[in-house]
């Protein structure tokens, strides 16, 4: 059986651990190197035995750690072609040649599962999401900052076992915080960050396709709380006819989980 569990996740850093059989990679390392390393210790892992880290765009808060832990680690940095085009240096010059290109609609291939790439819409140079195939026949994919659902993205999480999806903000919350206009305006947007009630919207959709495990992830700390961000998905369950037992609905937060 697949773990996928979120180390990190807010607007200040994100990172996730996945691991099946013998194989533990990394989706993002948006934290420092450090706090990596203890949050893979405190789940009985360490970053010794870390194949591999995808990275879903080039923002600070997922890439934070990629320099100093491909000095520390020989591990292969799976990037895609805008985001690492974005970098002040070549990615190679900046990660010790640890780069590997990787666009959406390729496949990669581990030890025991493929991971399909797709495209997600946000306001960077470049930004995927991640599709994963166990031998065993699970499934799991993870979507975040993302300004909206699109067809592409909804293929990749419809029938996964386990999804990690973007509920970043409440509407109201974000109209009426301290954000300035200009910033509110590029979260609200379709290349910003996915909202609570969106999120809401799709989650009753991928329980009726066979999800079993919705992990609620990249919360802002302004424009939400967990309360607010489960009540909304579990509000929009429960009026499809959903109880906690076809689903089990959690909270990503910004430290383990």
Same mark, same amino acid.
């Given at each position: 059986?697949?773990?996928?569990?979120?180390?990190?996740?807010?607007?200040?850093?994100?990172?996730?651990?996945?691991?099946?059989?013998?194989?533990?990679?990394?989706?993002?390392?948006?934290?420092?190197?450090?706090?990596?390393?203890?949050?893979?210790?405190?789940?009985?892992?360490?970053?010794?035995?870390?194949?591999?880290?995808?990275?879903?765009?080039?923002?600070?808060?997922?890439?934070?750690a990629l320099d100093v832990l491909s000095k520390h680690a020989d591990i292969p940095i799976y990037i895609n072609s805008g985001s690492a085009d974005s970098f002040y240096c070549h990615p190679d010059e900046l990660f010790c040649g640890h780069v590997i290109i990787a666009n959406p609609g390729e496949t990669l291939t581990f030890g025991g599962f493929d991971v399909d790439i797709f495209a997600t819409p946000h306001d960077s140079a470049g930004s995927v999401g991640y599709?994963?195939?166990?031998?065993?026949?699970?499934?799991? &994919?993870? +979507?975040?900052?993302?300004?909206?659902? !699109?067809? @592409?993205?909804? %293929?990749?999480?419809?029938?996964?076992?386990?999804? *990690?999806?973007?509920?970043?903000?409440?509407?109201?919350?974000?109209?009426?915080?301290?954000?300035?206009?200009?910033?509110?305006?590029?979260?609200?947007?379709?290349?910003?960050?996915?909202?609570?009630?969106?999120?809401?919207?799709?989650?009753?959709?991928?329980?009726?396709?066979?999800?079993?495990?919705?992990?609620?992830?990249?919360?802002?700390?302004?424009?939400?709380?967990?309360?607010?961000?489960?009540?909304?998905? &579990?509000? +929009?369950?429960?009026?499809?006819?959903? !109880?906690? @037992?076809?689903? %089990?609905?959690?909270?990503?937060?910004?430290?383990? *989980?």
């Open positions: 059986m697949f773990k996928a569990i979120p180390l990190f996740s807010s607007s200040s850093g994100n990172c996730v651990y996945v691991q099946y059989n013998d194989e533990e990679i990394l989706i993002d390392a948006g934290v420092s190197y450090k706090r990596i390393c203890a949050a893979l210790t405190s789940i009985g892992s360490d970053i010794s035995r870390i194949k591999a880290v995808l990275v879903t765009h080039e923002h600070s808060d997922h890439v934070q599709h994963f195939t166990f031998s065993d026949g699970n499934r799991f &994919a993870l +979507a975040t900052d993302i300004g909206h659902l !699109t067809d @592409d993205i909804k %293929k990749h999480l419809l029938g996964c076992s386990q999804v *990690i999806l973007e509920s970043n903000h409440d509407i109201k919350k974000l109209k009426n915080g301290p954000y300035p206009y200009p910033l509110k305006q590029r979260i609200l947007s379709d290349r910003g960050h996915l909202s609570n009630e969106a999120c809401a919207q799709f989650v009753p959709q991928l329980v009726e396709s066979g999800t079993k495990k919705i992990v609620l992830a990249h919360l802002s700390k302004e424009n939400n709380t967990p309360a607010l961000a489960y009540q909304t998905s &579990a509000e +929009a369950l429960a009026l499809a006819g959903f !109880t906690p @037992d076809d689903v %089990k609905l959690t909270i990503a937060m910004c430290s383990i *989980i």
